[in-house]
């Protein structure tokens, strides 16, 4: 088993920025892919940004919605959201993931999840 716990959320005005953090029970380059997914009350749970580093390869996708905003990294036990220029459309809970095990990075099916982080941006 896997533990993530999610980290760094709140409550920021439009254009702010923060910084989410996922601390992992197992060392991160053991885990695949990584990846941040967000919901939005009353919407569908959506890939943001993922990343694999692993064989002196290192693989990162992001969603449109917040390419050239976000960026996604990690070091040996904590996967890192850096969001910037953030918008009221960003405004929701924000879940850490790893080990994936079919599909897309960005939707496919994660073995382990955390418990999530609040994100709320203000107009």
């Known amino acids: 088993q896997v533990q993530l716990v999610e980290s760094g959320g709140g409550s920021v005005q439009a254009g702010g920025s923060l910084r989410l953090s996922c601390a992992s029970s197992?060392?991160?380059?053991?885990?695949?892919?990584m990846a941040w997914f967000r919901q939005a009350p009353g919407k569908e749970r959506e890939g943001v940004a993922a990343?694999?580093?692993?064989?002196?390869?290192?693989k990162i996708s992001y969603a449109d919605s917040v390419k050239g905003r976000f960026t996604i990294s990690r070091d040996n036990f904590r996967l890192y959201l850096q969001m910037n220029n953030l918008k009221p459309e960003d405004t929701a809970m924000y879940y850490c993931?790893?080990?994936?095990?079919?599909?897309?990075?960005?939707?496919?099916?994660?073995?382990?999840w955390g418990q999530g982080t609040q994100v709320t941006v203000s107009s």
């Open positions: 993931a790893a080990d994936v095990s079919g599909g897309d990075p960005l939707s496919g099916t994660y073995n382990y």
């Open positions: 197992r060392y991160t380059l053991l885990l695949n892919y």
């Open positions: 990343i694999y580093t692993g064989g002196g390869d290192s």
